[in-house]
């Protein structure tokens, strides 16, 4: 009999987490068992503290958990060394946070093809990727602006870009909306929802938002480090 090819890009099962500050240990995630398919848009929702930005720091490969296995893409990602795992973050992995990140000292252009400069794509290719994707998030009339000189919903519209630039099967956005006014917040989850659709992408949107929750397709609660 023919097995169906499982679609999960993330499988979550039995995750903990638990900080340790010298003698204190402070336990933050608790049996998080969770599976997202390939091509889902997904909002985390919880109150502050409850472990969002612990739960998308593990998805997106920048910490790991205490306890428990994380399978992303197929791969359980305890078993690879740090090499291997900022590898596999660079190329599946796009990352969006509230205070943008960008780089003050380089210019748009620049900010958007840093990530494929660290995947080793020429000059030329990557120049003309990142001034592709700024056209397709509004910023085609920016290309040499520094993030000082952009407006808040425009240093997240590039930080958007930025996150696309490997064509991630993974782009994680933690309260992406949180330093932006409504105006801007608007544009910026109308434009995730158009690049959802038009590329496909995996999209993880952790938020305290009870609003953004209600425009999102798949609403995971969590409250005290659980999946409620
Ligand atoms: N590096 C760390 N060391 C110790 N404790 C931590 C660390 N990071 C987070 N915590 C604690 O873990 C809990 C969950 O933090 P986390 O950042 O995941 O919450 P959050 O849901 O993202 O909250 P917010 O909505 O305010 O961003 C908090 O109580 C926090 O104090
Ligand atoms: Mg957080």
Do not use: W
């Given at each position: 009999m023919q097995q169906r090819p499982s679609t999960a890009l993330i499988e979550l099962t039995g995750i903990s987490k638990t900080y340790h500050m010298g003698e204190v240990s402070v336990p933050v995630l608790h049996g998080v068992d969770?599976?997202?398919?390939?091509?889902?848009?997904?909002?985390?929702v919880g109150r502050s503290g409850s472990g969002k930005s612990t739960?998308?720091?593990?998805?997106?490969?920048?910490?790991?958990?205490?306890?428990?296995?994380?399978?992303?893409?197929?791969?359980?990602?305890?078993?690879?060394?740090?090499?291997?795992?900022?590898?596999?973050?660079?190329?599946?992995?796009?990352?969006?946070?509230?205070?943008?990140?960008?780089?003050?000292?380089?210019?748009?252009?620049?900010?958007?093809?840093?990530?494929?400069?660290?995947?080793?794509?020429a000059t030329p290719e990557r120049h003309a990727r990142a001034k592709e994707l700024l056209e397709r998030v509004?910023?085609?009339?920016?290309?040499?602006?520094?993030?000082?000189?952009?407006?808040?919903?425009?240093?997240?519209?590039v930080a958007i870009a930025r996150a696309l630039s490997n064509q991630p099967s993974l782009l994680l956005a933690d309260e992406p909306t949180g330093n932006l006014d409504s105006k801007a917040r608007e544009?910026?989850?109308?434009?995730?929802?158009?690049?959802?659709?038009q590329t496909g992408v995996t999209l993880v949107v952790v938020t305290h938002d009870d609003s953004i929750a209600e425009r999102t397709p798949r609403v995971i609660r969590?409250?005290?480090?659980?999946i409620q």
């Open positions: 969770l599976t997202i398919d390939a091509g889902e848009h997904v909002a985390i739960l998308m720091n593990i998805l997106g490969c920048l910490d790991q958990p205490s306890t428990g296995s994380y399978q992303l893409d197929g791969r359980e990602v305890d078993t690879l060394d740090d090499d291997e795992l900022s590898d596999l973050r660079g190329r599946m992995v796009g990352f969006v946070f509230q205070s943008f990140h960008l780089l003050r000292n380089l210019t748009v252009l620049q900010n958007v093809a840093l990530p494929m400069e660290y995947q080793g794509v509004g910023l085609g009339h920016r290309f040499d602006h520094r993030p000082n000189q952009l407006s808040g919903g425009e240093r997240q519209r544009a910026t989850l109308g434009l995730f929802d158009e690049l959802h659709k969590i409250a005290d480090g659980r």
